[in-house]
């Protein structure tokens, strides 16, 4: 129980200004949305997708094999060195041929008039990637305050830019001024881990790159393919989504669509925030645990806290969805239905990602490959069968049924090599409670707010205090 005490407080720490600072970010939607054309908020909402295929790409799993070759080298120095020589050199590689080929790249992606967006993310996923492993070295050094301190200027740094562009300069473009203000928060937390570059030295241990390599690449070709679970759907639906006939503008419909769902699916992201949250501390925890002999059972009673959560979450966001849904502008909310597909989605997603420390641990990654790549087989087949009839609501359930099903792949996988006993009874309760709970919120009719406001708060309570009454309080009377 300290254990789980501990991972809290990290998680706490370490999500604070996430959480804090995200959900501020999270607040630029509304003058996003209510600013700018559903078509334009359609750009944004496709190129974030591609920068995060990038970002996996550009970090092939170099960060999670930090965290696993940090507990085994004697010399943590050069574990660091190592991986940060291999980053520089190849974010240098893929800067230099990206440049040399600006031209093709923008006309491939459909954005051959808008060279400058092309640019800026060019430069953004590159500091991101070079950022990595010291973000890395300080989470593997339980430093989570000085993590907390730059993440959140980062975070508030972007926040700040926009709003300045947005409201005081005002130029033509805002989307490309929704770019530069990433970009310009990159670098100055680029600058913040000075400190950290500067313990860096110029040597390598090739032998030990090769093992990093061998560990991360499967990391990598997982998260890729989590990665196409996650966000294909937004670069899918430009190419997918079937113009209906009376439309004159088939361009400016299909992207309108594409900022429709990616400002709906922005609702979704108040789950998102705790799991990246529990992800920064959950990982280098596990990894301290898993050579003690109660590791499983820590494991297991951090899956149990983990979930409740999860679905608290889900129970109340939609529980307050009349007004979440005032965080997008009018004409935005006729994709509200796709959040609780959306919600549980996540919801599937951050249990896979609790589950998935049974092949980190065991250092059989490349059943992450190969769990993560059907789950983007899926995806790619659901998507092509579903979004062309169903318009982004195929999308929604496509994502729904991916991740539904790594998740049901990691558990049984892990089962076989690596078994956990996880309290299966009382997860299924607390899931059809939630579930039960979740469809007597939908009952009261919409004109009826107040009343409607009110049994949707009892149900949340009702949850909440069956969580409470059942599991938390054994948890901090411990």
């Not at 899918?236 to 400016?252: F, G, R, V």
């Not at 965080?327 to 796709?338: H, N």
Request: proline fraction near 3%.
């Amino acid at each position: 129980m300290n254990d789980l005490k501990k991972l809290a407080g990290q998680t706490a720490i370490y999500g604070l200004p996430t959480i804090l600072g995200r959900f501020l970010n999270y607040l630029l939607v509304p003058i996003y949305t209510y600013t700018l054309a559903t078509d334009k908020y359609g750009i944004v909402s496709e190129l974030y997708a591609y920068v995060s295929f990038l970002m996996i790409i550009l970090t092939y799993g170099m960060e999670t094999a930090f965290f696993r070759f940090s507990q085994s080298e004697t010399k943590k120095s050069i574990v660091y060195n190592t991986a940060l020589i291999s980053l520089f050199l190849t974010t240098s590689v893929f800067l230099l041929i990206s440049f040399l080929n600006l031209g093709r790249i923008s006309d491939l992606m459909g954005y051959a008039e808008h060279k400058d967006y092309i640019s800026l993310f060019l430069i953004i996923i590159s500091l991101d990637a070079l950022r990595a492993i010291p973000y890395a070295k300080l989470r593997e050094e339980n430093r989570a305050g000085r993590f907390a301190l730059i993440k959140s200027v980062d975070i508030f740094s972007n926040i700040g830019f926009n709003l300045l562009f947005f409201f005081v300069i005002k130029p033509n473009d805002l989307v490309l001024c929704i770019f530069l203000s990433n970009m310009l928060a990159s670098a100055i937390a680029m600058l913040m881990l000075l400190p950290e570059y500067v313990q860096f030295r110029p040597k390598a241990d090739f032998r030990l790159l090769k093992k990093m390599l061998l560990y991360g690449l499967p990391v990598m070709i997982g998260g890729l393919a989590g990665m196409v679970n996650e966000t294909f759907d937004r670069i899918a639906l430009k190419h997918l989504i079937t113009c209906p006939e009376e439309t004159n503008d088939c361009q400016s419909y299909v992207m309108s669509q594409i900022g429709i769902y990616g400002a709906c699916y922005k609702i979704s992201i108040v789950m998102s925030l705790f799991i990246q949250a529990f992800k920064f501390a959950a990982e280098p925890f596990f990894f301290s645990k898993m050579k003690q002999s109660d590791a499983k059972q820590t494991y297991s009673t951090v899956m149990l806290f983990y979930t409740i959560f999860l679905l608290a979450i889900f129970l109340g966001v939609m529980s307050y969805i009349d007004i979440f849904q005032y965080f997008v502008g009018k004409e935005y909310r006729t994709g509200l239905s796709v959040v609780p597909i959306l919600l549980l989605a996540n919801l599937c997603l951050g249990v896979y990602y609790n589950l998935s420390v049974w092949y980190k641990v065991s250092d059989k990654t490349i059943f992450g490959a190969y769990i993560s790549t059907i789950g983007a087989a899926i995806t790619l087949l659901l998507n092509f069968i579903l979004v062309p009839e169903y318009g982004y609501m195929g999308a929604a359930w496509t994502t729904l049924a991916c991740y539904a099903g790594i998740m049901i792949l990691c558990w049984a996988f892990g089962q076989k090599y690596y078994p956990i006993r996880y309290p299966l009874k009382k997860l299924f309760i607390y899931a059809c409670l939630a579930t039960g709970l979740y469809v007597v919120t939908t009952l009261c009719p919409k004109e009826h707010m107040v009343l409607r406001l009110a049994i949707n708060t009892i149900c949340f309570l009702c949850f909440i205090a069956v969580a409470y009454l059942w599991d938390i309080r054994k948890l901090w009377k411990k």
